[in-house]
C-alpha cells in the first residue's frame, strides 16, 4: 500500500540524548515535511524539503535537524532532546509543483516522551 | 502573517444532527483551504480542499465546505452526522507560488463528539 512509513511508533527518551524519528515514503513525492502536533496548537511545520539534496526552515525548526540524501527518506533528528520536544510528530509528503503541491499525505506519526 | 483560526476547541452533537465547523484565516494572498479529519492515534486524511472555481465543494462521507471569500471563512458542514464522525478537524491554509508551495498552516483544531 503506498503512503508513508514512520518509526519509531512511539518512544520514551532521556533529555539530552540524541533521537532520530525516520521517515520513508513510497510515492515518488519530491516535496516532505516534518510537523509537530501539540495540544491546543494543532500542527507545526518543523523543516522541509521541496525536492533531494534541499531543505528548509518551518516556523518551529529550533532543535531539530533534517536531511534529504534521497527522495524516500526525510529524517528528522534531535540532536539533544529537551522535555520541550515532547509531541507527536508527523511526516508528510506532496507533490512539488501545481495543485497536488498542496495536497499532503501524513504518516501515522511517532509519539515522542523526553524525560 | 498567515494564520488559520478554529474558534470551538469542542463541539457535541447528537447523531443525526446538523454540523458546521468555523475556519477563518488570513492570508496575503489567494489561499488554497482544506480541512483534514484525524481519528484517535491516526494521521491527518484529507476531507476536502478548496483550489478555485466554485466556491461550494464537496468531500469525503458528506462532508461539504464553502469558501467566502468577503468573510475570509471557510466553514465544514455536513447534513446529518454519524458516530463515525467523532475525530478531530483540522482547518488549514497554502499558498499556491514560489516558496509557500505546499507549506499548509493549521488551525488548532476542533474536537467532535457525537451522543448517540
Known amino acids: 500500500i503506498a503512503g508513508i512509513t514512520q518509526a519509531p511508533t512511539s518512544q520514551i527518551l532521556a533529555a539530552g540524548r540524541r533521537m532520530t524519528l525516520r521517515c520513508t515514503q513510497d510515492m515518488r513525492h519530491n516535496a516532505m515535511y516534518w510537523y509537530r502536533q501539540d495540544l491546543g496548537l494543532g500542527l507545526r511545520l518543523i523543516h522541509y524539503?521541496?525536492?533531494?539534496?534541499?531543505?528548509g526552515k518551518g516556523e518551529v525548526p529550533d532543535g531539530y535537524s533534517v536531511s534529504r540524501a534521497n527522495t524516500d527518506d526525510f529524517p528528522l533528528t534531535l540532536a539533544s532532546a529537551v522535555p520541550s520536544q515532547t509531541s507527536v510528530y508527523f511526516c508528510a509528503s506532496s507533490e512539488q509543483q501545481g495543485v497536488g503541491a498542496n495536497v499532503l499525505t501524513f504518516g501515522a506519526g511517532s509519539r515522542l516522551t523526553v524525560l | 502573517a498567515q494564520s488559520v483560526t478554529q474558534p470551538d476547541i469542542h463541539i457535541t452533537v447528537s447523531e443525526g444532527a446538523s454540523l458546521e465547523l468555523r475556519c477563518n484565516y488570513s492570508?496575503?494572498?489567494?489561499?488554497?483551504l482544506f480541512w483534514y479529519v484525524q481519528s484517535p492515534g491516526q494521521g491527518l486524511q484529507l476531507l476536502l480542499k478548496y483550489f478555485s472555481g466554485d466556491t461550494l465543494v464537496q468531500g469525503i462521507k458528506g462532508f461539504e465546505a464553502e469558501f467566502k471569500r468577503s468573510q475570509s471563512s471557510f466553514n465544514l458542514r455536513k447534513p446529518s452526522v454519524h458516530w463515525s464522525d467523532a475525530a478531530e478537524y483540522f482547518c488549514a491554509v497554502g499558498g499556491h507560488r514560489g516558496s509557500t508551495l505546499g507549506r499548509l498552516y493549521f488551525g488548532r483544531g476542533t474536537q467532535l463528539t457525537v451522543w448517540p
Open positions: 524539503s521541496n525536492t533531494a539534496g534541499t531543505t
Open positions: 492570508y496575503g494572498a489567494t489561499p488554497y
